[in-house]
């Protein structure tokens, strides 16, 4: 998680932000006044010299505990919840004197705020992206295209949440010229309030599908909050939609900017021709947009990765950027870590290693990828699985259907973890897969499973291993390779 940003900040600033006439007239806005903080953090362990420390509180942790150590380290100013102010100040004693201790509501809410003011003194075009499946992949490549052209910053990992947004738009410098930003979202209003936090000119909504259905509670919740983003864009702003999606398109009506579409499917703005899947290579295709064709090499392996290459390229169209320079951007893009990032042994198996995150359709379209190369080039196709999270009441079917999947495209083995491992299991044994060639294994179970698996690899075998992040399918990708010879 990104937990600190180098960034000068007025203590005038915060003070016109936070401070209600109270503290005011406790002499908190004069101690403000005269500092100017060198940052911004949200962890006291790295909490530098001169910064504004944010005390946040998560499900695990509550940085109240840690103002004392903030402090210390050289915290020049803390913003704390009202409640705690009291007691922080008996505790910082002689420590906090000079450090203000600003007290607000909600220090997440304030932390939005600042990134928000900070936003407003930007004059870089933002470009915020949302979807159920390919949110990552589509930021690298958007950021790629744009490099052509743009000084670009893009959020870090998967820095998408109501932290590492704020974090990642505080980080912005005044030289850039365009933010990529991803945008999750698992609960009921989250995606409006990064909208508001990152005020994004472009919006882009990769696919809509049965993800976080725990949060929202159903497909049409999960609409809602997606639409968000786009329905927040100004009147001068650019929405990309996927037009091969029915739940995106049911969106367009209710947006005020202008529109793109992509998609492969049918009519759209942005699509692709004779789209070739060069396996571990990745894909080539024709790319056409409106003010022109090339074709180019997408190398990310998964024939459903053109459309994100297609999401991706409509910004490029958003942004101005010739046609000449989006081909460039997207055939720099290179396979990243634990998303579809193929693994040589040095016996000739080859392990997907798409370990980053997981949900019915990712895990579907990941088995098909794999199920085509083994049919290709030889060897089995082995599915490794670990449980696909916040799926709320479609969790039993989506698990099952997996498994379906996976016995249908011919796995010749299945190894399924976590506490879902028995519903992807019966999904495989309905199919007609044979039960002594499924094994199950409860969470935490990866040593156990490791050990299995390594006795039935066999060379030229293609091993695919993914599962939601809580699961750490990383742990089988370490356990069962080894470099090539």
Excluded: W
């Excluded at 705690?84 to 007290?103: D, H, T």
């Excluded at 599908?209 to 049409?220: A, T």
């Excluded at 009147?235 to 999606?245: F, H, L, P, R, S």
């Excluded at 495989?428 to 409860?442: D, K, L, N, Q, V």
Aim: hydrophobic share 40%.
């Amino acid at each position: 998680m990104v937990n600190s940003a180098r960034i000068e900040l007025f203590g005038r600033d915060v003070a016109k932000l936070f401070l209600g006439a109270e503290d005011c007239s406790r002499g908190e806005g004069d101690k403000l006044d005269s500092i100017r903080f060198s940052g911004v953090s949200t962890d006291s362990r790295t909490a530098g010299e001169g910064e504004l420390f944010f005390a946040l509180v998560g499900d695990n942790f509550d940085g109240h505990d840690f103002v004392v150590d903030a402090v210390k380290r050289g915290a020049a100013g803390v913003v704390v919840e009202k409640s705690y102010k009291s007691k922080l100040s008996r505790e910082l004693g002689e420590k906090g004197k000079g450090v203000p201790l600003i007290a607000v509501y909600d220090t997440l809410y304030a932390l939005g705020e600042l990134a928000r003011f900070h936003r407003g003194r930007m004059k870089a075009r933002v470009v915020g992206i949302t979807g159920s499946n390919g949110k990552t992949t589509t930021k690298e490549i958007t950021a790629s295209i744009a490099e052509t052209k743009f000084v670009t910053r893009k959020s870090e990992g998967n820095f998408n949440n109501l932290i590492g947004l704020p974090m990642m738009l505080l980080a912005t410098k005044k030289e850039d010229e365009v933010i990529v930003l991803e945008m999750g979202m698992n609960v009921p209003g989250e995606m409006a309030r990064l909208s508001e936090i990152a005020g994004p000119e472009i919006g882009v909504i990769t696919n809509i599908g049965p993800v976080h259905l725990e949060g929202v509670g159903s497909i049409e919740g999960v609409i809602e909050e997606k639409g968000r983003l786009v329905e927040s864009l100004p009147e001068d702003g650019t929405a990309v939609i996927n037009g091969d999606c029915v739940y995106c398109r049911g969106l367009i009506d209710k947006i005020k900017s202008r529109v793109i579409t992509f998609g492969i499917e049918g009519e759209a703005d942005v699509t692709a021709v004779d789209v070739e899947d060069m396996g571990g290579d990745g894909i080539k295709a024709k790319f056409i947009i409106p003010s022109g064709a090339f074709h180019a090499r997408l190398k990310i392996p998964g024939i459903h990765n053109i459309k994100n290459g297609l999401a991706a390229a409509s910004v490029g169209v958003a942004l101005g950027i010739p046609a000449d320079d989006i081909k460039t951007g997207i055939e720099a893009i290179k396979p990243m870590k634990m998303r579809m990032e193929m693994i040589m042994t040095g016996d000739g198996v080859v392990i997907l290693n798409d370990s980053y995150n997981a949900n019915p359709v990712s895990m579907k379209a990941a088995i098909s990828f794999l199920a085509g190369e083994a049919r290709r080039k030889g060897g089995r196709l082995i599915v490794v699985l670990g449980d696909m999270l916040e799926l709320g009441g479609y969790t039993i079917q989506g698990h099952e259907e997996v498994g379906m999947e996976a016995a249908k495209l011919g796995a010749g083995y299945l190894f399924a973890l976590g506490n879902n491992a028995v519903d992807i299991a019966r999904g495989a044994g309905e199919r007609g897969m044979p039960p002594e060639r499924i094994f199950t294994y409860p969470v935490g179970g990866h040593e156990r499973l490791i050990e299995d698996l390594m006795g039935v690899i066999g060379p030229k075998d293609r091993v695919l291993v993914k599962g939601s992040r809580g699961m750490r399918m990383e742990i089988v990708v370490s356990g069962i390779s080894s470099p090539a010879a």
